[in-house]
Every structure is written in C-alpha cells, then in structure tokens.
Nanobody, 114 residues
Framework: QVQVVESGGGLVQPGGSLSLSCGAL???????MGWYRQAPGKQRELVAT???????LYADSVKGRFTISRGNAKNTIYLQMNSLKPEDTAVYYC?????????WGQGTQVTVSS
C-alpha cells in the first residue's frame, strides 16, 4: 500500500512564490509522479509530471513559471511555483504510479489573492 502526502500550500499574493512537497510512502522503487489541480467548479487538470527517468512535462498554463523536481529520496517530488496568478488558485494533488496503480494524495490548498 502506498500513501501519498502533500504539504506546502497556503495563501500568497499575486506575483509571489510557493513550493509544494509530495512524498510517496511505502513505494519501493522509483516511480512516475505528478501534480494536478482542481479549482472550484472545474475539472481536475494536469499541472506537471515527472517520469521515473526524470523527464518532465508541463501544462501550457504553467510553463516557465512552475518547476517540478525530484528529491534525493526516490519518491519525493517538489513543485516550485513562481509568478503566481489568481487563476492558479486550486487544490493541488500529487499522484504516484506504482505497481500499475495510481495513488492520490488528499490535496493541499493554494490560494493566490491580494
């Protein structure tokens, strides 16, 4: 069983920065992981993903502003968010693809507002 735990959300002003962390506990090998987000009244959407070989993919809306990276622990990832906009406000979810299953965390709220 894999448990996914996110942290680092909060309130930030437009133009500010925030960093999210995600750990996949119980994962025994290097896995593909990703960040998704869901704003009120909208569907969950991809933000960024990182493969087991550390190839990254970004949504067009965050390219050049967000950076996904993997930590020293093989299944810990980060999302560095810069130049935040009000439209980035959402619950951010982390997932990990492990043993042919997709595991999700509970999500962390990011609010961009003045």
């Amino acid at each position: 069983q894999v448990q996914v735990v996110e942290s680092g959300g909060g309130l930030v002003q437009p133009g500010g920065s925030l960093s999210l962390s995600c750990g996949a506990l119980g994962s025994t090998f290097r896995s593909a992981m990703g960040w998704y987000r869901q704003a009120p009244g909208k569907q969950r959407e991809l933000v960024a993903t990182i493969t087991s070989s550390d190839t990254t993919l970004y949504a067009d809306s965050v390219k050049g502003r967000f950076t996904i990276s993997r930590g020293n622990a093989k299944n810990t990832i980060y999302l560095q968010m810069n130049s935040l906009k009000p439209e980035d406000t959402a619950v951010y979810y982390c997932n990990v693809f492990h043993s042919n299953r997709l595991y999700w965390g509970q999500g962390t709220q990011v609010t961009v507002s003045s």
